[in-house]
């Protein structure tokens, strides 16, 4: 059964983490009995690094205008191409594409690029679009959310990330990103896609100065969505990174690993009706990647053959698949390749 709020208030609150993670292991080991931990081979395409909403947490975005201007880009589609083609020929199933909000690329853009990747890889995964980006898309065709998402969809979108969720309580969002998409407006990306019949995934970036009343009203919206429609395949928890950004200059330190396992605990714990949740090694480092493992992770994401966004922030910690398949091997679990819907590719 899963947490209250209480329960999860007092376990953020405890200094106990070895009962903790032993809690979230449990639970972890009664959802995935077979001991299997998963990885994916894709790659990040940030197809602009032009963007409209000046995030506080940002360090990889560009303004429209102004001295930064001349720093951004948009990608052409033959590029994109070749990025894919690169992906596939390094053994990757899918791409993760994402960029800033640009009111220059509207639907016809999206349609046009999606369906010329799927003539040329009918194979390739689109995991594209974060909520933030799918509601500009709206706004700039001036097409209602559900037809935009339909449009998309038919064009060869095959499931949407979580990204751009951060911390889904409103007072945090107006803080740090106050020009972005609400909570209520992330919770109708994600239910109109699951209610056309697309899989997405919930992700959380903590240590904004949010406090942990904040990362459980987040953890709630999330179950309650899951609750609803069961689109979730998966809930992917990091830790934000203060290096670079216009929210790190204010003297933001960056969380701990016992704070990182401890959020990853606590989420593993209060969704347990999600089936999957990642644990991280992008912003912590695969020492602790490892650790995550045994506080409810059953996943490892990415080898990431490309990540811009968190390495302009200071930080990257890219990996090998050989180096991740020796870190679950290590962690004491069967390893398997998936793909961005967690089937199976290959056990061994």
């Not at 940002?58 to 201007?69: S, V």
């Amino acid at each position: 059964m899963a947490l209250t709020r209480a329960e999860a208030l007092d376990r953020f609150n405890s200094n106990d983490l070895i009962t903790l993670g032993m809690e979230a292991d449990a639970l972890r080991r009664k959802l995935h009995p077979e001991g299997v931990v998963t990885y994916i081979i894709d790659r990040n395409i940030n197809y602009t690094n032009f963007c409209t909403e000046y995030c506080t947490f940002c360090a990889f975005y560009r303004p429209l205008k102004g001295p930064q201007a001349k720093e951004g880009y948009i990608l052409d589609f033959e590029t994109i191409y070749e990025k894919i083609r690169e992906t596939l020929e390094l053994g990757g199933t899918g791409v993760l594409m994402q960029g800033g909000i640009h009111p220059d690329l509207k639907i016809d853009w999206f349609e046009r690029l999606f369906t010329g990747i799927k003539q040329r890889f009918p194979k390739i995964w689109l995991h594209c679009l974060s909520a933030s980006e799918i509601l500009a898309i709206a706004e700039y065709s001036e097409l209602d959310l559900r037809t935009t998402i339909a449009r998309l969809r038919d064009a060869g979108l095959d499931s949407i990330p979580g990204g751009g969720a951060e911390i889904l309580d409103d007072e945090v969002r107006e803080r740090i990103a106050r020009l972005k998409c609400r909570t209520a407006d992330w919770v109708s990306v994600h239910r109109t896609a699951h209610e056309l019949g697309m899989r997405t995934t919930a992700t959380m970036m903590f240590g904004v100065g949010e406090t942990f009343e904040q990362r459980i009203n987040h953890f709630e919206v999330v179950r309650r969505l899951q609750e609803e429609t069961g689109g979730f395949t998966a809930f992917i928890p990091w830790s934000f990174q203060p290096h670079n950004t216009a929210l790190g200059g204010r003297g933001w330190d960056e969380a701990t690993s016992v704070e990182y396992l401890k959020t990853l605990a606590i989420a593993r714990l209060y969704l347990d009706n999600i089936e999957n949740v990642q644990a991280s090694g992008g912003t912590q480092g695969l020492k602790v990647l490892e650790l995550g493992l045994h506080f409810g992770g059953n996943d490892v994401g990415s080898v990431m053959l490309e990540e811009n966004v968190v390495k302009a922030a200071g930080t990257s910690n890219c990996t090998t698949e050989e180096e991740l398949r020796r870190i679950i091997r290590d962690a004491g679990f069967k390893l398997v390749q998936r793909d961005t819907l967690y089937r199976t590719m290959f056990l061994n």
